[in-house]
């Protein structure tokens, strides 16, 4: 975790005169924090955020795995208590030869608020034994605005297409409601006319993926099967831990790198680098700072082009600071 | 519709007297059948399963995209009517040479009742506009019997591994309450001690299909989730056209390809039968007609082997027909 801001912080440092005057504050959260503190997402964390910040880059943390009083998801509470409502993750494999197509190249934009993850859950005590309950949430209002942000990328790309995610089969009324509301952003806003719509179901969607990944280009989706399918589009580079992603809302904006906190390899100085210094350049490309989010990407696709400076889980022999300093040599 | 029931009735006769005197009857339900009678799951087509049938197999139907008034998914509805627990998928690749380890062989094991398929959504118009909301239902009975049933599977194979697949770092009420009593049911039942328990999160299940899918054994999990990774690891193996699967319950059973209705093909005579195959073989196995079902299997093999007669999914240029007949060839 602390290597993950490390490489954030020192790229963003890297880049000079494009990003004037970084100031950088750290926070805590996550079941470390829970240990000591006795809560997951100190107040002040948020707090701070909101008064303080202009972005942050959330590192992975530990959840454990069995349910633990009064512990709960600080990613998950992040998104909720910053409004951060899109999940942004775009997944691009590095070509062979600079300029060339990659050969994946699409954007997950996930819907951040909602779905299975309002986290309303009961149980009870039926005739037959213990009984669950989770409500699903989907509201018009989350829906338009991720749709907003989905066609606003889809139009910003060479094919322009947008492919709706849902299991309208199933879930009717909750993933008709996403499905008509994303569609009618068009209608809605006057915008978007040259953006081309389709559907995939979400079982669909994920054996499409991994079979043809080229017919995807952005993909929107509820929560749950954001989730999902970004780990399956992930799958097709290479290795989680070059993946990116941003929360970011209407006054927000957070980075943090797609894989978890990889509790097998922690303390071992291998993790990868790639996903936090990517998540910096997608984070000030959401900031509008084009040019410096440019050179921190085409510094990466060097280096994992050349091939010298790699992680284990690229099947590399290089240290995470190995691999941060080939490429902030690039800069 | 009519091959695939074709595929499965004749493979069965061509079986001769490993199965005494079959009997077929057709019912009808699905799109077509909704539009002509207004029904997608005629109470005749249910009744003559329970009053008449030992076992049965369902041909993909389409089902609109759209909501229709009155039309609800016949596959779901069958498999509450009567009561098929559990969705057993077999993902198998065939090995290059016949003894082989294959390259990929798990069995996705999905609850088949529950979840969010339990279908209980509404929708308000709220405040901030329209708000929708389904129940998602995992009860420790249910759970508890998909459990004994994973690890009866797991138990008879040589890696003795199951994966509970989960998300219970998010729904900690909900699927903690399946992950626990899954994990519970050695213990309830005094069996299984040499079966070895694994987890993984349904994001990262998905990606390590992809990755290392010979990490896997048998993988159980709830509705969706099993919805999902069975259609990731059938894109493992070449097809969806390849993967049969069974809805079992105590006292019926339903062979289903994986696949859909492919409307895309439909009508040219070109989908692959051996998803229908494979189902009939394994609802025979399901039943206890062994030798039957390994016949098929194996004449199934040697015609991917052979690679002669295979249909355009996977990059031949036969016809279902062609297909069916290579493999009643071998019997
Ligand atoms: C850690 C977990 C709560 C989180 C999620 O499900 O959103 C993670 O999988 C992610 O994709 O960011
Ligand atoms: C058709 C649909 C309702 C069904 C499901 O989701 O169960 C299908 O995807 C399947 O896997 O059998």
């Known amino acids: ?74 990613i998950v509470a992040l998104r909720k208590e910053l409004d951060l409502y899109a999940n942004i993750r775009p997944v691009v494999g590095v070509a062979a030869k600079a300029g060339d197509k990659p050969p994946v190249d699409l954007i997950v934009v996930r819907e951040n608020t909602e779905c299975l993850y309002v986290k309303q859950e009961q149980q009870i005590e039926g005739p ?30 060479p094919a322009k297409q947008l492919h709706i995610i849902h299991k309208s089969n199933v879930l009717s009324i909750t993933d008709g409601l996403f499905r008509e509301t994303v569609r009618g952003v068009p209608a809605l806003s006057g915008k978007y006319g040259d953006v081309t719509i389709q559907e995939q179901l979400v079982d669909s969607a994920v054996y499409r993926l991994f079979r043809e990944p080229e017919i995807f280009d952005v993909m929107v989706a509820p ?91 690229l099947k590399g022999k290089s240290t995470t600071r190995e691999v941060l300093d080939a490429v902030l040599g690039k800069l």
């Open 223 to 313: 929560n749950l099967y954001g989730d999902i399918i970004s780990d399956a589009a992930a799958a097709l580079v290479g290795s989680l831990g070059l993946i990116p992603s941003i929360n970011a809302g209407d006054d927000f904006v957070m980075g943090e790198p797609v894989h978890g906190s990889a509790p097998d390899i922690e303390g071992k100085g291998i993790a990868n680098p790639i996903a936090s210094i990517r998540s910096a350049a997608l984070m000030l490309r959401h900031l509008g700072y084009t040019k410096g989010a440019d050179r921190l990407d085409v510094a990466v696709d060097q280096v994992i082009r050349e091939g010298r400076f790699l992680t284990p889980d």
């Open 128 to 157: 037959n034994g213990k009984e669950a309950r989770a409500t699903r949430l989907i509201t018009e209002r989350a829906s338009r605005r991720i749709g907003e942000m989905a066609f606003k990328l889809a139009e910003a790309r």
């Open 1 to 74: 975790m602390v290597l993950a801001r490390r490489s954030f912080r020192e790229a963003i440092i890297a880049l000079g005169s494009d990003i004037p005057k970084p100031e950088f504050v750290n926070l805590s959260a996550g079941w470390e924090t829970f240990n000591k503190t006795g809560v997951a997402l100190p107040k002040e964390t948020v707090e701070v955020l909101k008064s303080e910040c202009d972005c942050a880059l959330f590192g992975s943390v530990s959840s454990p795995s069995t349910k633990v009083a009064g512990y709960s998801s600080p």
